[in-house]
T-cell receptor, first 115, second 112 residues
Framework: NAGVTQTPKFQVLKTGQSMTLQCAQD?????MSWYRQDPGMGLRLIHY???????DQGEVPNGYNVSRSTTEDFPLRLLSAAPSQTSVYFC??????????????FGPGTRLTVT | GDSVTQMEGPVTLSEEAFLTINCTYT??????LFWYVQYPGEGLQLLLK?????DKGSNKGFEATYRKETTSFHLEKGSVQVSDSAVYFC???????????FGKGTKLSVIP
């Protein structure tokens, strides 16, 4: 049981390039989400999905796209990278649990630098 | 909307000292409350949680009590170790929501 996996661990992009951050989970969780972590800002929600075929925007969605064709995978696409997207990106998945708490399980993160 | 405010760090303590990290929240209804920990270079791990008022979450010697009257969920540990050095995040899940709202994190450094 690998939990939540993310690839790559590190990535450097030039301004204007596009790329996809991969996220997969093997726990059969319906809910998945993407966060970015910036110094002094905590974690901010980019996009989330409540099941295959269903996605929605979070707090900071601009410049990012997502899709959810399977329960397991939830890739995050950067359409045209900008230096403001330099950050650490975390994917998470969750399930209702005993009390409907939806505790989240996080991947190890992708550190992205845009030059 | 929902929000979480936690004490700003960094916090530096000597080994075996008592730890308190304050966390207060704003939310409608009865949210679920969480503390997550992030060790250097790693993702976030759930440390403890509480899903209703007066619940006490506990794990690895850490405790936090869900106080509805003061809208607080302060993290405490009686005797910290060097291995507790990490960033701690308070978070809430609003009633009827799937999403977590995080505080900005508190960096704890424990020195021998």
């Amino acid at each position: 049981n690998a939990g939540v996996t993310q690839t790559p661990k590190f990535q450097v992009l030039k301004t204007g390039q596009s790329m996809t951050l991969q996220c997969a989970q093997d726990m059969n969780h319906e809910y998945m989400s993407w966060y970015r972590q910036d110094p002094g800002m905590g974690l901010r929600l980019i996009h989330y999905s409540v099941g295959a075929g269903i996605t929605d925007q979070g707090e900071v969605p601009n410049g990012y796209n997502v899709s959810r064709s399977t329960t397991e995978d939830f890739p995050l696409r950067l359409l045209s990278a900008a230096p403001s997207q330099t950050s650490v990106y975390f994917c998470a998945s969750s399930y209702p649990g005993l009390a409907g708490a939806y505790e989240q399980y996080f991947g190890p993160g992708t550190r992205l630098t845009v030059t | 909307g929902d929000s979480v405010t936690q004490m700003e760090g960094p916090v530096t303590l000597s080994e075996e000292a008592f730890l308190t990290i304050n966390c207060t929240y704003t939310a409608t209804g009865y949210p679920s409350l969480f503390w997550y920990v992030q060790y250097p270079g790693e993702g976030l791990q759930l440390l403890l949680k509480a899903t209703k008022a007066d619940d006490k979450g506990s794990n690895k010697g850490f405790e936090a009590t869900y106080r509805k009257e003061t809208t607080s969920f302060h993290l405490e540990k009686g005797s910290v170790q060097v291995s507790d050095s990490a960033v701690y995040f308070c978070a809430l899940k609003g009633a009827g929501s799937y999403q977590l709202t995080f505080g900005k994190g508190t960096k704890l450094s424990v020195i021998p």
